[in-house]
Structures are given as structure tokens and as C-alpha cells.
């Protein structure tokens, strides 16, 4: 069992920058892929990144590709979303997720695939 507990949002300017932190309990967190997923309102929640269980391999949508950096600390059980250039509609409720997968793998894009989640983190940015 995970617990994912995340923060770091918050209301920021345009072209500011933040970093999501998802703090996950237990002693088996490298046995995780982490991911991050974000819902705007009236939207469908969507993929914006994925960083495997050694942190060498990540994935993220084509929406966020080189302004987000996904990462992960496994001596402190973290997980963190780096945020630059952000734009309004990169509002959203950003949620982190878990995978207990036997693989070394970012290919994890798909909400389904995820075991455990956060209980999200509003980020605004106004313009």
C-alpha cells in the first residue's frame, strides 16, 4: 500500500516557474514508476509525465515536452514536477500517480495503469 500526498501549487504569474513535490509512503517506493496527470475544469484528466523506477527513463506528453522535467529522490520518497514558462492553460489540478511495476519503464501514459493516487494539487496561472 502507497499513500501519495502532494504539493507545492499554488497561483503564479505567467512565465513563472513551480515544483510539484508528491510525497509517497512506505519503504518499497523504487519499486515504483511515478507519474503526473492534471485535469482543467470541464476537462478530462490527462498524461503530462512519467519517470520509471530508476529515474533513468522519462516520458511526457507533447504538450509539456521541454518546459516540464519529471524526477524522483528515492532517499526521501519524493517525486517532483518541475514547472517553467507556465501558461494559463496549464491550470489544472495536478495529480500524482504510482505504478508497482517489475520494470524499469516510463511507458506508464495511461491512467488505468496506475495502482495508487494523490489527492491532487491545484496550480493557476494567471496571465
Known amino acids: 500500500q502507497v499513500q501519495l500526498v502532494e504539493s507545492g501549487g499554488g497561483l503564479v504569474q505567467a512565465g513563472d516557474s513551480l515544483r510539484l513535490s508528491c510525497a509517497a509512503s512506505?519503504?518499497?517506493?523504487?519499486?515504483?514508476?511515478m507519474g503526473w496527470f492534471r485535469q482543467a475544469p470541464g476537462k478530462e484528466r490527462e498524461f503530462v509525465a512519467a519517470?520509471?523506477?530508476?529515474?533513468?527513463?522519462?516520458k511526457y506528453a507533447d504538450s509539456v515536452k521541454g518546459q516540464f522535467t519529471i524526477s524522483r529522490d528515492d532517499a526521501k520518497n519524493t517525486a517532483y514536477l518541475q514547472m517553467n514558462s507556465l501558461k494559463p492553460e496549464d491550470s489544472a489540478v495536478y495529480y500524482c500517480?504510482?505504478?508497482?511495476?517489475?520494470?524499469?519503464?516510463?511507458?506508464?501514459?495511461?491512467?488505468?495503469?496506475?495502482?495508487?493516487w494523490g489527492q491532487g494539487t491545484q496550480v493557476t496561472v494567471s496571465s
Open positions: 519517470i520509471s523506477r530508476s529515474g533513468s527513463s522519462t
Open positions: 512506505g519503504r518499497t517506493f523504487s519499486s515504483y514508476a
Open positions: 500517480a504510482a505504478v508497482l511495476t517489475p520494470y524499469d519503464s516510463s511507458s506508464f501514459a495511461t491512467q488505468s495503469r496506475y495502482n495508487y
